[in-house]
């Protein structure tokens, strides 16, 4: 079995340091493009995690005013709660569940 990516080397000297120097630009592009590769990962890493963060903050407001709503809902009740917040029973029976979901898995 013969290796055909490997050329023989030619026998003029001027050649020889042709084909190497071609073969050092090429390992050091290659080289290049694996560094930036590995940039790219890191900073994908980096935006992963800031992406995180922002939602588990998005989440606690969420899970805040969920807990507001039900408040109001509690002091007011239903329809008028709804009618105060300006939005429907639905959304705020969705809230109390959610705001009630929260409350029991994080006991």
């Known amino acids: 079995m013969t290796d055909r990516s490997r050329a023989p080397m030619p026998r003029d000297v001027h050649t020889r340091e042709r084909v190497r120097d071609a073969q050092a630009a090429e390992a050091a592009a290659v080289t290049a493009v694996c560094t930036a590769q590995a940039a790219l990962a890191r900073q994908i890493g980096r935006r ?7 939602d588990a903050t998005v989440h606690a407001a969420v899970s805040a005013l969920a807990d507001r709503q039900a ?21 705020l029976r969705r809230a109390i569940a959610h705001a009630g979901n929260e409350a029991g898995a994080s006991a």
């Open 71 to 91: 408040g109001v809902v509690k002091v007011s009740g239903l329809e008028r709660a709804a009618l105060l917040l300006g939005v429907s029973k639905a959304e």
């Open 48 to 54: 992963d995690r800031a992406i995180a963060a922002a």
